[in-house]
């Protein structure tokens, strides 16, 4: 994108914009190599390199966090090798190169972050600090008391024991059920496959919170950014 020297300074946090044209005035930044004086001076914020006192500028994007009530039929990764819609083409308007935190399946809908925040991403997506992710699910038929256990005690999928989880019938509706599901980890399709390891295979799946965030009524295909108290819980995690 295309940005004023001095805009491109002030962002970048070199000083502020009145003090950045100041010292694009004494000769005090280059750009590719070239002393730019003149206060007009546009630059590409990805492409030019600028120099301030010898040092290279670098361009921190300020962060941005984002909840998307991410829609069943968009991939969570930025480029498809089928070339599916991803969640990020429903990001409009939003310059910062913001990345999902995690993902959900193709066929999975709800609460997904995304941040251009790398420290954060890497946190709440480490096996080691899992947060706790509630699922509202339809299942297959109706799981008794049994399977309720199961989820408790751990199910083993691919081969390893889950951790616990909880699984809570909300609506028995005979063919289907429909059910609150709270796991920690995030494995690959792990509820799914938790739910077919119990022999209630999933219909739909819908991702409700993420630790103390909720969707709450954001619609499908829209997103918020994150107010700051969001963003506090979510560091303090
Ligand atoms: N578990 C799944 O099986 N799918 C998801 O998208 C998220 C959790």
Redesign the pocket.
């Known amino acids: 994108m295309e940005v004023r020297l001095q805009k491109y300074l002030a962002d970048c946090g070199i000083a502020s914009r009145r003090k950045a044209e100041e010292l694009i005035q004494a000769g005090k930044v280059s750009v590719n190599g070239v002393v730019v004086t003149e206060l007009g001076t546009k630059i590409d914020d990805k492409l030019d390199s600028v120099f301030y006192n010898g040092n290279k500028v670098l361009n921190k994007e300020k962060p941005v966090y984002i909840m998307l009530h991410k829609p069943e039929g968009f991939v969570t990764t930025a480029k498809d090798q089928f070339d599916r819609p991803t969640v990020i083409d429903l990001i409009k308007g939003v310059n910062e190169r913001v990345v999902p935190v995690g993902?959900?399946?193709y066929?999975?809908s709800g609460l997904l972050l995304l941040t251009n925040d790398g420290d954060l991403t890497y946190k709440l997506t480490h096996p080691k600090h899992q947060v706790k992710?509630v699922?509202l699910a339809k299942l297959f038929g109706t799981p008794d008391i049994g399977c309720i256990n199961k989820f408790k005690w751990g199910v083993t999928v691919d081969g390893r024991k889950t951790e616990p989880a909880k699984l809570e019938v909300l609506e028995d509706l005979g063919k289907y059920s429909v059910c609150r599901i709270t796991?920690t980890e995030?494995?690959?399709?792990?509820?799914?496959?938790?739910c077919d390891a119990i022999k209630h295979p999933?219909a739909t799946?819908k991702?409700v919170a993420t630790g103390e965030l909720e969707l709450g009524d954001l619609p499908k295909g829209k997103f918020r950014i994150l107010t700051e108290k969001e963003v506090k819980y979510l560091k303090s995690l």
Do not use: A, E, P, S
Request: charged share 45%; net charge positive.
């Open positions: 993902r959900l399946d066929d999975t992710k699922y796991i995030g494995r690959n399709r792990q509820v799914r496959k938790m999933v799946l991702r």
